[in-house]
């Protein structure tokens, strides 16, 4: 039956602050996960190592909300026998591609979760994540990953050959399409933590009941763990709000979140009868008799507590009306009444009085300045300067000749 594989990651192309590559290991609510750095050169390469050679069934990948790759290819590598089994002695073969949307229907608010069926086998899987689908969010062209899970088989014979149609190793036998409930990526992102493990708890028990032959109890077992996973997904929700709470720095909102987790887990377990489903202390007899009361309920969430004020509790004074207080009525006076003060007036400057004598001229007299005629040239003649030209005076208005802007202009003929 295939199951969930462990890895490591042995190579990784770039990696920002906020969300490094080991963030991939972890699986749960709350989870960053990987970013690329910012303004980081595509395609971005992340390279994983399994704990030993196994038989890939299938990929799942859980991709961020807004830094998108437009694809991801996949390649699965393996070591040639006799060989160190070590990445720079890796070959890698192309499995394929998956296209990604750019997530704008949702505006952003869901993660897009990829799920590849696959054949190969293998120690390594690389993923190539191509470059990011702009959008307002992604300011700086990076891409990521929230998470990713490897489902298959370990291989019995090593045989240490490169094998994508899986022909390569002997795989257990199973079912391939069996995959336990808690091993799907999608259950262990959205499922509280403490939840998932008491379901995988009861999935075991489920089994062992149904191997002796207790079919009330496996039953009541099954019923359990689908009210259980509901109930689950709801404290995840509380678990990623208390995060949500604790990175904006408001600390009271995440012990709120936190009571409230505890509180509504606490209810859970009571009223599907947890432990005793669980039976931790040996055999429950009344697990295997038909219940009259029906399937049981899971109880509504609680609501959030808000910090009660402390008020005044002492009664307010008593209003007690008084009569009105009568004043006694104006004097009349034939005495007129004062005018008021007049503003004393500002005094006036002095008058400014004008010369008597004319002020004398400072400007220095005009000199004339008389340039030198240069001797006439040998052998030309000596030309008399030319007369100097008339002033010009405005001529009588009845001369024929007068200047043309003066003149009316005629009106055209019709």
């Known amino acids: 039956m295939p199951h969930k594989l462990l890895f490591h990651v042995a190579q990784v192309s770039s990696e920002d602050e906020s969300g490094r590559a080991k963030e991939l290991l972890q699986q749960g609510p709350g989870v960053k996960g990987w970013l690329s750095a910012r303004f980081c050169l595509y395609p971005q390469e992340l390279i994983f190592q399994l704990r030993e050679r196994c038989h890939l069934s299938k990929v799942q990948i859980l991709v961020h909300q807004h830094l998108i790759p437009e ?13 160190e089994i070590a990445l720079f002695n890796a070959k890698f073969a192309l499995l394929g591609y998956v296209s990604l949307s750019d997530n704008e229907h949702s505006q952003f608010k869901a993660r897009e979760l990829k799920s590849v069926t ?13 470059k990011n689908h702009l959008n307002r969010n992604n300011l700086f062209n990076q891409v990521g990953l929230v998470a990713i899970n490897v489902l298959g088989n370990e291989v019995e014979a090593n045989n240490n050959s490169v094998s994508p149609d899986g022909d390569g190793g002997q ?25 998932a493990a008491t379901i995988r708890t009861l999935e075991d028990r489920r089994a062992a009941a149904v191997r002796e032959k207790r079919y009330e109890y496996a039953n009541k077992l099954a019923a359990a763990v689908s009210q259980l996973r509901t109930a689950g997904e709801r404290l995840g929700k509380y678990e990623i709000e208390k995060r949500h709470a604790i990175d904006t720095e408001n600390y009271e909102r995440a012990k709120i979140k936190k009571e409230q987790a505890e509180e509504y887990r606490e209810q ?19 697990n295997d008799l038909v219940d009259s009361k029906g399937p049981r309920k899971l109880p509504a969430p609680p609501r959030q507590r808000l910090k009660a004020h402390s008020r005044d509790t002492s009664p307010a004074p008593a209003y007690t009306p008084t009569a009105p207080t009568h004043l006694p009525p104006p004097r009349l006076t034939s005495t007129p009444p004062k005018p008021p003060p007049t503003p004393p007036k500002s005094p006036s400057p002095p008058p400014i009085k004008a010369p008597t004598a004319p002020l004398p001229d400072l400007r220095p007299p005009h000199q004339q300045v008389i340039t030198p005629r240069p001797p006439p040239s ?6 008399p300067a030319p007369p100097s030209p008339a002033p010009y005076t405005t001529p009588p208005s009845h001369s024929p000749y007068y200047s043309y ?6 009106a055209l003929k019709q």
């Open 71 to 83: 694809k991801v290819e996949l390649h699965i590598g393996d070591v040639m026998p006799g060989k």
């Open 405 to 410: 802007d003066e003149r009316a202009l005629p």
């Open 118 to 130: 696959v054949e190969c086998t293998g120690t390594f899987l690389k993923l190539l994540l191509h």
């Open 268 to 286: 859970v377990y009571k009223a599907l009868e947890i432990e005793d489903l669980l039976e931790r202390k040996g055999k429950v007899e009344r």
């Open 378 to 383: 040998p052998g030309r003649a000596h030309l």
């Open 171 to 195: 795989v257990p036998a199973g079912d391939p399409q069996a995959v336990p409930l808690y091993h799907d990526l999608a259950f262990a992102m959205y499922v509280d933590t403490q939840v």
